[in-house]
């Protein structure tokens, strides 16, 4: 029998048996659907980590000297032993950039965690930033309201600060907050200017922060004298980041008297090396977002393997027909076949676009984005598909051996 | 010539065609020639020998009955015609072929080329229209659609349904359904129409429509054999055969049938 009179067969079957279908199909389209769904998310976070979350944490062609790394994945034993490793400090700046070429951006930044509080406002812990160098320009910040901090400032240790705009309606609620005064950390701060929106992550909000220069009085809070807790390098446009970063190994290595034997005791972190560590936990979900689904998908199979045996037992009588009039084995298989392919497939398809409503569902709802992917498309169609045809086997292997005489008889 | 009822073989053509050498093949005259056929049951333990040493020939054009009492073996007989079945023992040559030594899928093509059925109960696809019922056989010889329509389409017009051919069963009557399973037989150009009790679920009158339908199809050339239990609808054919245990018990022309029937001589046939 042509292919195209087994699928014309297959889905008139389902038209006529449309809730019959349905159920059957309920197993194969939740599988998918959730295929889908979490595909798209996994997908979209991943797109949302490469455009934004790594440009704005990590940004850009930049290198992080720091004391650890934050994105790895490290045992119990090598993290207490990085807790051991010397801090970096502020005078380690100046060497580690003069190794590099001209046209070199750098920022030393210390930040934790302080109590800030206002006139308007009750004082609560929001994150205080004591920077150093070129910190805006590698942050790519602006204002939206003010201005930055200057590098007579900077060099000044002016008490002032740029605070997040959150900070600024919070602390200062209807209110300009330009000249008013912050208490960070009990320190009696100038707010200069309102950062634009940093916009968020997963939710989280990036604007609560004050930036204040690192001369300024705070940093004996955030940090211990001399440490800081990051110093960022921006390399100027054609500069390479793997000799930069082998640069600034050298010269950090020197500094602390390193051994040849003796591994870093410090970190070097790009806007590679946090992907990378994305990349770890994406393919991690990927891999719990098909497996899950896939649970769906074999009871799906058990579900139309089931209903198969059934259909074969309810139309034996036509089996029977069939084979009286000339169709052969493979007829009555293929038959069979494609009708549990043509249902799953068609399962398939109202799970993709269900899966897809779902992820915009979810995104809409909640903060994880949600992109889908078009391989998800066609790996649900295949797997659809395929789910039918496999547990199509069994059953359309049995037809197809019905005795013509019986089936004939049968009621 | 003796046509007495000892001798079942009562034509002597038919029995040099079932006498010649075995396994070579009979004439192109012959349609249907068994020699010696043998097909045995078991049936929970018990054997049961439906059929035990069948000898028929039949030629094209003719118009045959298979009569005789349940258990006689003639469903069997009409399995193993309609290559539903192949026999333990024996030759089955079907236009030609011999067919009692083929597998399952070259008994499949067989009865899509050779075969047309026409069963008691219709048999007709529930859920189809009447043209797609009849285009049935044609999707398995796999001819293509355009042609397909054209030849159901023309065979439904050839038993007076050209006007119903997008009726499913359901709302059709019995002597119409039955038309388009002739229908349905025909439209393969078969060498045999092979008939199972066809008018055993119909009224008095609408058999008589479908033996006209018969009749006529055996006056345009058509080879028709038919099994039936009934006399008066074996009595349509021009020959008929009686089975018994298992054995042709007669084998007579349609005037020395009637002639029996008569004389009441036939009471083991008709039951």
Known sequence: MPFIDAIRLALSQIRVQKLKSFFTLLGVVIGVMFLIAVVSIVEGMSSYMEHDFVGKLVGVNTISLKRNGDFQDVSEEEWRAMQRRPRVLITDVEPVVSALPPGTLWSAEG????????????????????????????????????????????????????????????????????????????????????????????????????????????????????????????????????????????????????????????????????????????????????????????????????????????????????????????????????????????????????????????????????????????????????????????????????????????? | MQTTEDMPMSFTAEREAVTQRAGSAPDKDWVIVTRGIKREYDMGGEIVRALRGVDVAIRRNEYVAIMGPSGSGKSTLMNLIGCLDTPDAGEYWLSGNLVSSMADDELARVRNREIGFVFQTFNLLPRATALHNVELPLVYAGVPSDERRKRAIAALERVQLGDRITHRPNELSGGQRQRVAIARALVNNPAILLADEPTGNLDSSTSEEIMRVFEELATTGQTVIMVTHEPDIAAHARRVIVLRDGMIESDDRRERFAEKMQVGGLASAHK
């Open chain 1, 111 to 411: 930040y934790d965690n302080v109590p800030m509080s206002s006139r308007w406002a009750k004082p609560s812990n929001l994150e205080a930033w004591a920077v150093d160098g070129d910190y805006f320009q590698i942050r790519e910040m602006k204002v939206s309201k003010g201005r930055l901090i200057t590098s007579q400032e900077m060099a000044l240790g002016t008490p002032v600060v740029v605070v997040g705009e959150e900070i600024a309606e919070r602390y200062f609620p209807d209110l300009d907050p330009i000249g008013r005064e912050l208490k960070v950390a009990g320190l009696p701060y100038t707010v200069i200017g309102v950062a634009e929106s940093q916009g968020s992550i997963f939710g989280l909000s990036l604007d609560r922060f004050a930036i204040a220069p690192y001369r300024s009085p705070l940093r004996h809070v955030v940090n211990r004298p001399q440490v800081i807790d990051a110093l960022k390098i921006k390399l100027p446009g054609d500069g390479d980041m793997i000799e930069a970063q082998e640069t600034i190994r050298q010269v950090m290595r020197g500094r602390r008297g390193l051994r040849a034997s003796q591994p870093d005791n410090f970190a070097l972190e790009t806007s590679e090396s946090a992907l990378k560590f994305w990349n770890d936990i994406k393919s991690k979900l990927v891999i719990a977002g098909v497996i899950l689904p896939a649970i769906g998908l074999v009871v799906g199979a058990i579900v139309i393997m089931n209903i198969m045996l059934v259909a074969v037992a309810e139309r034996t009588r036509e089996i029977g027909i069939r084979k009286a009039l000339g169709a052969r084995r493979r007829d009555i298989m293929s038959q069979f076949l494609v009708e549990a392919a043509t249902l799953s497939t068609v399962g398939a398809a109202i799970g993709i676009v269900m899966g897809i409503l779902l992820a915009q569902f979810i995104s809409a709802v909640s903060p994880l984005p949600a992109s889908v992917a078009p391989w998800s498309i066609v790996a649900g169609v295949i797997v659809g598909a395929g789910v039918g045809i496999i547990s199509g086997i069994y059953p359309a292997s049995r037809a197809s051996r019905l005795d013509p005489i019986m089936a004939l008889r049968s009621e």
